[in-house]
């Protein structure tokens, strides 16, 4: 923060979109490739390796424990790959690249596990949102909607001419382009023919184009006739300034506040056109104007989970995180690459039900109750002073944005108000009392925002 704040705007938004090199970030280490691990237990199990004997069909006990050794692995791959996200997010050195991850792990949803999509497929699809963190939002509609975890996932991986399946199609337009009431049902119909071809290999897990299942006839679509594929879909779909409007919308909510302006999402759907969809500079443009730093938008976004967690051990200086975070993310509502559907998780004021903030407020208590933070040297270097601890928990924690009251109230408690235990803030209790004002500062309204 520091370093930002003596910078100049533009000078900081530079260093927030030109992104440093993130190469030396580790990748995750317990995922595991279920297309060999599924075709390995098979072989193992068909010969005397796994369960002795000689060739034949596995029997329906070691089916069985094929299934049982085959979700561990699963399960410890998506733990282990959830895990390593948190951890990135924590660790890199290029905050917006993993923000706008975040962002449109959101928007174009897919779920591991269901129906097929593997871990390390999950995987190849967040790192498609990385490669196109501020790239171009056509380019990525295009390559997301071929890729393998997207095509199992909504259903386009069995799409054939003979049937065409209309799953994605709709989504294609209703979630993640135009919205509701900016198509007809024929163009659904028409979108699911062009989709028709693309399927997923089950032995390499890769996305492959099958001509001969496509359906190569002649489409109306969104008025334009054609003898449309997907690629034209899409670019078509980008040509209606409602598209544009969409995307405003949804990156304003995302970055600045919730239910934005018309005349605001107006003047964003026309940077993004003018730009041809390329994010870079329409975020640029953004993340420089008077709306940005404006009141409406000075925390005026809650949370998600994800970002409270990961900032909660930021703040802290605890690293990494482990399975206490994706604990605390589950109960606070939000399980990455486990969207509750489609649509994906409900922004604003979703996250803050009773359940929710109570689960936020039992995260940051064992959090502060670590042994770690205690070694901490900003926490050791804190004076046995109630008003100086309380100044500093205040600066750092919520850059000072504490009412008086709130102010006062955690000067009272470092200092033992209204009880006896061990009177005022001193030496003896200091650990105690530290540990307890900084879950409190944690508590206050403001730190729930952005």
Known sequence: IARYAAMRVGDAVESLIRFPSTANLPGPTDLVDLVTFRRQLMQESMGAGMFGGGMGRPSDDQKRELFKEFRLAERKSTIGLQTWWLNRMLQTPAPLQEKMALYFHGHFTTAVI???VSPSMAFDQNQLYRQYALGNLRDLTRDVSKNPAMLLY????GSVAAHPNENYARELMELFTLGVDHYSENDVREAARAWTGWTVDRRTGEATFVGGRHDGGSKTFLGRTGNWAGD?????IFDQPQCARFFATSLLNFFVYNNPEPELIDAVAASLRKNDYEIGPVLSMLLRSNV?????????????PAEYVVGTYKALGIAPIDTT???AMAAMGQVLFYPPNVAGWPPGENWMTSQMLIARQ???AALVNEPVVGQMSWVASLPIDAQQVSQELVAKILQG???????VQLSDYLDGANTSALGELSVENRDE???GAAYLTMAMPAYQLD
Do not use: E, P
């Not at 909504?154 to 991986?157: M, Q």
């Not at 944005?401 to 102010?407: L, P, R």
């Open 114 to 116: 269901q129906k097929g």
């Open 154 to 157: 909504l259903d386009n991986a």
């Open 232 to 236: 034209d879909i899409v670019n078509i």
């Open 292 to 304: 940005f730093f404006s009141d409406r938008a000075y925390r005026g976004l809650i949370k998600s």
């Open 325 to 327: 975070g994706l604990r």
């Open 362 to 364: 039992n995260f940051v």
């Open 401 to 407: 944005d504490a009412s008086k009251q709130s102010f």
């Open 433 to 435: 009392r530290l540990r």
